[in-house]
């Protein structure tokens, strides 16, 4: 059965795998003590990390936009909020709330 999207663990795999990759071709080349070959592996290592940070945030964005464009009832408004106000439903105190949008501009 596969497992739901959970981006946290997600970003922690990919981290660690970073690490293992580029953070070990590091400490080999301080240890070789090589400069330049130091200052390459940093390089790629930076490269990596920000690499990762660039392709998380277009997934998220990816699905953000999918989950909008299957939300026709409007909750990808920006200007959309919630009006919360105390009811009492069936004798129970409780709260009701409702989606505030702006008025559509049908006119065409």
Not at 20 to 30: C, F, H, M
Not at 68 to 94: I, K, M, N, Q, Y
């Amino acid at each position: 059965m596969p497992r739901p999207h959970e981006p946290h663990a997600d970003a922690i795999r990919t981290a660690r795998r970073i690490v293992e990759e580029a953070g070990t071709r590091l400490v080999q080349t301080v240890r070789d003590g090589d400069a330049q070959a130091v200052s390459d592996a940093c390089h790629d290592l930076v490269v990596r990390i920000a690499q990762a940070i660039v392709d998380a945030e277009r997934t998220t964005a990816d699905q953000d936009r999918g989950r909008r464009e299957a939300s026709p009832d409007g909750t990808d408004d920006p200007s959309a909020h919630f009006r919360s106000w105390p009811a009492t439903l069936s004798g129970v105190p409780t709260w009701a709330s409702l989606m505030i949008t702006a008025a559509k501009d049908d006119a065409r």
